[in-house]
């Protein structure tokens, strides 16, 4: 495997971009009208797909992603340095919080976020 690429889908391009520039700290790799990618460590990227795009790449071959506007399809799971920091950022770039930073049974502390698409956000620290 050479690269690992998540792509989300999303209803604006430009808007999801923002969002994940403030909560990622960081510029994007690619930004091109259709396409934006994240560098999040070495050969793994967060792609931002416009819906419309991949209904045109794949037409009817899938339902429409616009369909499920709000409604949860995936997770993003991002291990950080400090949890609250992450999700102070998505919130002050108009995420929705859907849980507090708290201790979990698996041993992480996590707290959890809506970005503009509805995507779940879950910014994760290893309890010191």
């Known amino acids: 495997m050479n690269r690992i690429e998540f792509i989300l889908y999303v209803k604006d391009q430009d808007q999801a971009t923002a969002f994940y520039k ?22 793994v990227v967060l792609g931002l797909m416009p819906a419309s795009g991949i209904r045109r790449l794949l037409g009817d071959a899938i ?34 919080l859907l849980s507090p930073v708290s201790l979990k049974n698996w041993g992480d502390c996590v707290g959890y976020v809506a970005d503009l698409d509805g995507h779940v956000l879950a910014l994760a620290q290893s309890p010191p």
Request: charged letters at 25%.
């Open 22 to 43: 403030a909560v990622l700290a960081c510029e994007p790799t690619l930004n091109v009208p259709g396409m934006t990618e994240f560098e999040l460590r070495d050969r």
């Open 63 to 96: 339902q429409d992603p616009d369909l499920a506007d709000q409604i949860p399809r995936a997770e993003l799971y991002l291990s950080v340095d400090s949890a609250q920091a992450w999700v102070d950022r998505a919130l002050a770039a108009g995420g929705k």
